[in-house]
C-alpha cells in the first residue's frame, strides 16, 4: 500500500523555522523525484520544491529561494523541507508528491501525494 506521510507542521513566529518530513512506503522511493507543494486558503495548489531521484537538482519557487531547502535520503524512504525565515504568507498546507522518473514505461506518469501538514506563521 502505498502511503506518504507528511510531519513537522504547526505554529510558528515570523522569522521561525520548520522542517517538515515526508516519509514514504509501499513503492521504490529511488525511482521517483520527489516535490513539495503548498496550498493557502482561498488559492490554487502551487509548487514549492522539487527534487531528482538522486538528490542531485533541487528547484525551488522564487518566492521561497534562499529560505526553504529540499533534501532526501534514499535510504530511509523520506524527503525533507526545511523552512527558514517564515513569513505569514507561507501559511499553507504543504502536501508532498512522487513522480515515477526510472525506466518502466508502465509507471510512466504515476504520481501520488500525501495528505498534507498545516504550517501557520503568525505572531
Known amino acids: 500500500q502505498v502511503q506518504l506521510v507528511e510531519s513537522g507542521g504547526g505554529l510558528v513566529q515570523p522569522g521561525g523555522s520548520l522542517r517538515l518530513s515526508c516519509a514514504a512506503s509501499?513503492?521504490?522511493?529511488?525511482?521517483?523525484?520527489m516535490s513539495w507543494y503548498r496550498q493557502a486558503p482561498g488559492k490554487e495548489r502551487e509548487l514549492v520544491a522539487d527534487i531528482t531521484r538522486n538528490g542531485g537538482v533541487t528547484n525551488y519557487a522564487d518566492s521561497v529561494k534562499g529560505r526553504f531547502t529540499i533534501s532526501r535520503d534514499n535510504a530511509k524512504n523520506t524527503m525533507y523541507l526545511q523552512m527558514n525565515s517564515l513569513k505569514p504568507e507561507d501559511t499553507a498546507v504543504y502536501y508532498c508528491?512522487?513522480?515515477?522518473?526510472?525506466?518502466?514505461?508502465?509507471?510512466?506518469?504515476?504520481?501520488?501525494w500525501g495528505k498534507g501538514t498545516l504550517v501557520t506563521v503568525s505572531s
Open positions: 508528491s512522487a513522480e515515477y522518473r526510472a525506466q518502466d514505461p508502465r509507471l510512466r506518469g504515476v504520481k501520488y
Open positions: 509501499g513503492f521504490t522511493f529511488s525511482s521517483y523525484a
